[in-house]
């Protein structure tokens, strides 16, 4: 067999909602391996919907942290079977999804630091977690310590102020908080807490990995601006807290080499570096070279919409995180529940397929006939709503719509709220505007038409969907030259440039300019009658 010519690279990782992935990419930038193991599917053991489990509140969202940790060692012995060369490996990062906390037991780091190169992760990690199911970005159960976090710093403005958002009920800060009050004992007996992408990274370490500020900023701890944790928020969540989160770092920042774990077991070299592991947005941001004046729509478990920012502007709604490829710069960004809301509507009213649910896009019109549709089974984020709520073309609210109709409405519902919410944070579509989508929906065609639509601007795909992934493996280059000054732009210079996919159809500016302001108009109208009158 011919000999294989030996490939320098990078690894990208994702420990996104439902998978793991990883991808390789070679000096030239190319994507040349691509793999994923997949929770639900791969991994039924766990019972996992979507990832995760929600509990009978239909609050508390959580995942097996062994889960995660099997999943890695499934994704490599892949890798290893297929005859992946980690000898090439020059770095690796990745990316988490965001504001989920993993809880080290004490006695734990030893354990790390002396794996034996020849028992699987998962059977010398099971014993190392002091919570085995970990609170998640779905999980809506901190109301109360979002109040307490909100009154400590002065209210809410203060806090977006110092920390770049409001209290989210998702934020790491308190989820600790009530982990701390429903389980002190566990608490006690923590001797570190790591986000998803922290502990992803401590597992490649073979060491506890410092958080970086930009996935740090998820978190209602992070003063954003000053890069140190906000002593007053520690104070408010959980005592003996900075010690357990270890000192945040910059995201280029090399956080040590590989763990001789993977040296022995998989071949990597021993000087593989590991560059710190951030959230699977920011690595977005880094995978997709978005420039000022884009537009990045993520399409996955969560949609996120996220812009580049030189300055923070923090304000009641949506989040400011710190730039996770440039220290002096910001990046915003607003989430909404994605595609388990669109899996569902696919299954009621299109049989379960996605070529079916793509016709409906095809075979109804820009406008849906003034039919408008919100969609939220679960609470909704941006903004907190709930519930099905459809309305006929006068404002009337009907109980159904016909299936193609439905179809339709779900998906310009969904991205008519990305749009006058990313307004409301100041955006607006400029003549040079190109939006970058990524994410599994962003696989679908008809979808990315009605996005070019609703916004009015042209939609570009990069090669692949990973772009967290993609990303990953980027920083991880950038990492390398670190010490040089080499700015991200010019790592990435190389690599190639998104695909133009859809175009607006002309007339949709018309169409819409009138369907957004209904569609804002109803969205008061539901939340005024959901909240009740103002305090
Ligand atoms: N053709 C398609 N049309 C719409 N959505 C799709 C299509 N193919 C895949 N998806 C969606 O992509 C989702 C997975 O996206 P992905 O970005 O990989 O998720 P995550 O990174 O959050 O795990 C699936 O849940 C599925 O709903
Ligand atoms: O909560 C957020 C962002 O604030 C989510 O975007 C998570 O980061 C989950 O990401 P995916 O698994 O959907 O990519």
């Given at each position: 067999?011919?000999?294989?010519?030996?490939?320098?690279?990078?690894?990208?990782?994702?420990?996104?909602?439902?998978?793991?992935?990883?991808?390789?990419?070679?000096?030239?930038?190319?994507?040349?391996?691509?793999?994923?193991?997949?929770?639900?599917?791969?991994?039924?053991?766990?019972?996992?919907?979507?990832?995760?489990?929600?509990?009978?509140?239909?609050?508390?969202?959580?995942?097996?942290?062994?889960?995660?940790?099997?999943?890695?060692?499934?994704?490599?012995?892949?890798?290893?079977?297929?005859?992946?060369?980690?000898?090439?490996?020059?770095?690796?990062?990745?990316?988490?999804?965001?504001?989920?906390?993993?809880?080290?037991?004490?006695?734990?780091?030893?354990?790390?630091?002396?794996?034996?190169?020849?028992?699987?992760?998962?059977?010398?990690?099971?014993?190392?977690?002091?919570?085995?199911?970990?609170?998640?970005?779905?999980?809506?159960?901190?109301?109360?310590?979002?109040?307490?976090?909100?009154?400590?710093?002065?209210?809410?403005?203060?806090?977006?102020?110092?920390?770049?958002?409001?209290?989210?009920?998702?934020?790491?800060?308190?989820?600790?908080?009530?982990?701390?009050?429903?389980?002190?004992?566990?608490?006690?007996?923590?001797?570190?807490?790591?986000?998803?992408?922290?502990?992803?990274?401590?597992?490649?370490?073979?060491?506890?990995?410092?958080?970086?500020?930009?996935?740090?900023?998820?978190?209602?701890?992070?003063?954003?601006?000053?890069?140190?944790?906000?002593?007053?928020?520690?104070?408010?969540?959980?005592?003996?807290?900075?010690?357990?989160?270890?000192?945040?770092?910059?995201?280029?920042?090399?956080?040590?080499?590989?763990?001789?774990?993977?040296?022995?077991?998989?071949?990597?070299?021993?000087?593989?570096?590991?560059?710190?592991?951030?959230?699977?947005?920011?690595?977005?941001?880094?995978?997709?070279?978005?420039?000022?004046?884009?537009?990045?729509?993520?399409?996955?478990?969560?949609?996120?919409?996220?812009?580049?920012?030189?300055?923070?502007?923090?304000?009641?709604?949506?989040?400011?995180?710190?730039?996770?490829?440039?220290?002096?710069?910001?990046?915003?960004?607003?989430?909404?529940?994605?595609?388990?809301?669109?899996?569902?509507?696919?299954?009621?009213?299109?049989?379960?397929?996605?070529?079916?649910?793509?016709?409906?896009?095809?075979?109804?019109?820009?406008?849906?006939?003034?039919?408008?549709?919100?969609?939220?089974?679960?609470?909704?984020?941006?903004?907190?709503?709930?519930?099905?709520h459809?309305f006929?073309?006068?404002n009337?609210e009907?109980?159904?719509?016909?299936?193609?109709?439905?179809?339709?409405?779900?998906?310009?519902?969904?991205?008519?709220?990305?749009?006058?919410?990313?307004?409301?944070?100041?955006?607006?579509?400029?003549?040079?505007?190109?939006?970058?989508?990524?994410?599994?929906?962003?696989?679908?065609?008809?979808?990315?038409?009605?996005?070019?639509?609703?916004?009015?601007?042209?939609?570009?795909?990069?090669?692949?969907?990973?772009?967290?992934?993609?990303?990953?493996?980027?920083?991880?280059?950038?990492?390398?030259?670190?010490?040089?000054?080499?700015?991200?732009?010019?790592?990435?210079?190389?690599?190639?440039?998104?695909?133009?996919?859809?175009?607006?159809?002309?007339?949709?500016?018309?169409?819409?300019?009138?369907?957004?302001?209904r569609?804002a108009m109803l969205e008061q109208r539901i939340l005024s009658q959901t909240?009740?009158?103002?305090?």
């Open positions: 067999m011919a000999e294989r010519a030996a490939r320098h690279c990078c690894l990208g990782w994702d420990f996104s909602t439902q998978q793991v992935k990883v991808v390789a990419v070679d000096a030239e930038l190319s994507v040349f391996y691509e793999d994923s193991v997949h929770f639900d599917r791969d991994l039924v053991e766990f019972g996992t919907q979507g990832g995760v489990h929600v509990h009978k509140d239909g609050l508390t969202v959580t995942s097996p942290v062994l889960m995660w940790v099997q999943a890695l060692d499934i994704i490599l012995e892949k890798m290893k079977a297929s005859g992946f060369d980690f000898s090439q490996v020059l770095a690796l990062s990745g990316a988490g999804q965001q504001h989920g906390s993993v809880y080290w037991k004490t006695g734990a780091s030893q354990v790390l630091t002396s794996l034996s190169p020849d028992l699987p992760l998962r059977e010398q990690l099971q014993a190392c977690f002091s919570i085995s199911n970990c609170p998640v970005w779905m999980d809506s159960s901190t109301a109360a310590q979002c109040r307490q976090l909100e009154a400590a710093v002065g209210g809410a403005q203060a806090l977006s102020r110092l920390t770049g958002s409001r209290a989210y009920e998702r934020f790491t800060g308190n989820q600790i908080a009530k982990i701390y009050q429903q389980n002190p004992e566990a608490y006690s007996h923590t001797e570190r807490i790591s986000l998803v992408s922290s502990f992803a990274a401590s597992v490649f370490l073979g060491s506890y990995s410092p958080v970086d500020y930009s996935d740090g900023s998820g978190m209602n701890l992070l003063q954003i601006q000053d890069k140190v944790w906000s002593q007053a928020c520690l104070g408010a969540c959980a005592p003996r807290l900075e010690e357990k989160l270890g000192r945040p770092v910059p995201s280029c920042s090399i956080v040590g080499a590989i763990s001789s774990y993977f040296v022995q077991r998989y071949g990597f070299p021993p000087e593989c570096k590991v560059v710190a592991f951030t959230g699977d947005n920011p690595a977005s941001l880094a995978g997709m070279r978005l420039e000022e004046g884009d537009i990045a729509v993520s399409l996955g478990t969560s949609d996120t919409l996220f812009l580049w920012l030189q300055e923070p502007t923090p304000a009641l709604e949506g989040h400011i995180f710190c730039n996770p490829v440039d220290p002096q710069h910001y990046m915003a960004l607003l989430c909404f529940n994605g595609s388990l809301m669109r899996e569902k509507i696919r299954d009621e009213s299109a049989s379960g397929s996605w070529s079916k649910f793509s016709k409906a896009l095809q075979s109804t019109e820009m406008g849906n006939g003034g039919n408008l549709g919100f969609y939220f089974d679960v609470m909704e984020i941006t903004p907190e709503i709930i519930g099905r459809r006929s073309a006068e009337h009907v109980s159904a719509f016909p299936q193609d109709v439905e179809i339709r409405a779900l998906i310009e519902g969904q991205f008519m709220a990305k749009k006058i919410h990313a307004e409301a944070l100041g955006y607006r579509v400029m003549p040079k505007t190109k939006i970058l989508a990524t994410g599994g929906a962003s696989h679908n065609r008809d979808l990315l038409q009605v996005l070019a639509d609703v916004f009015g601007a042209p939609v570009y795909v990069i090669d692949t969907a990973n772009s967290a992934c993609v990303g990953s493996a980027y920083r991880a280059f950038h990492g390398l030259a670190a010490g040089t000054d080499m700015p991200f732009a010019e790592i990435v210079k190389l690599a190639p440039n998104p695909r133009l996919v859809a175009t607006p159809t002309p007339g949709a500016s018309q169409v819409y300019e009138a369907l957004l302001q569609y909240r009740g009158p103002p305090e």
